[in-house]
């Protein structure tokens, strides 16, 4: 499998503060993506790349920000955590279009 | 409404039994279709890769495709407790970046 890794895995933080999540992928995969899933909504895409300092918006992007610098790494940003930004979010990726999408093993965020 | 649409049970059943699992869709352009199984705590992986129509066997499941319905089906057969988690579907249409995913059936299999 593809060796994706997210850190960190469980993070608890406080209403109003900056929170980065990272996501490193060792498969030099062209595009990643950011999720979050939440119990009655499924997979829901935050954001996505489709090469180094490319980025576009998912259906749920207000309030995240990303970047990535190197083909292997996909940061995600929440600039002041909110309460609603509770989830599970996953980080996934894969090469080429319409092939596989490889996912991380997820962060759990809590946010008091 | 959804563009992809999926009961998200939950789904119980004993073990050994036949176990449907179901998508409907509205875009017509899909050509790509997977089911992907989460484990509790874990990531989706995948689990069925099917390009347009037709039905795909990989041991005790099988995927079917029908376009003209706009409908997707995961069979699994002899189910076992391991096989408890939840089922995502997702599609894709052709050159897309992006899948579009169901909400996930959570399926239990009782011992």
């Known amino acids: 499998d593809a060796g994706i890794t997210q850190s960190p895995r469980h993070k608890v933080t406080e209403t109003g503060t900056p929170v980065t999540l990272r996501c490193h992928q060792t498969?030099?995969?062209?595009?990643m993506y950011w999720y979050r899933q939440d119990p009655g909504h499924g997979l829901r895409l935050i954001h996505y790349?489709?090469?180094?300092?490319?980025?576009d918006k998912g259906e749920v992007s207000d309030g995240y920000s990303v970047s990535r610098s190197k083909t292997e790494d996909f940061l995600l940003t929440l600039e002041s955590a909110t309460s609603s930004q509770t989830s599970v979010y996953f980080c996934?990726?894969?090469?080429?279009?319409?092939?596989?999408?490889?996912f991380g093993s997820g962060t759990q965020l809590s946010v008091l | 409404q959804k563009e992809v649409e999926q009961d998200p049970g939950p789904l119980s059943v004993p073990e050994g039994a036949i176990v449907s699992l179901n998508c409907t869709y509205s875009n017509s352009a899909f050509q790509y279709f997977m089911w992907y199984r989460q484990y509790s705590r874990k990531g989706p992986e995948l689990l069925m890769y099917t390009y347009s129509s037709g039905n795909k066997e990989d041991g005790r499941f099988t995927a079917q495709v029908d376009k003209s319905s706009k409908y997707i089906s995961l069979f699994i057969r002899d189910s076992q407790p391991s096989d408890s988690a939840t089922y995502l579907c997702a599609m894709s249409v052709e050159g897309a970046q992006k899948l579009v995913f169901g909400q996930g059936t959570r399926l239990t299999i009782n011992p």
């Open positions: 996934a990726s894969h090469g080429t279009t319409n092939e596989k999408l490889f």
């Open positions: 498969e030099n995969h062209r595009y």
């Open positions: 790349s489709y090469g180094v300092k490319d980025t």
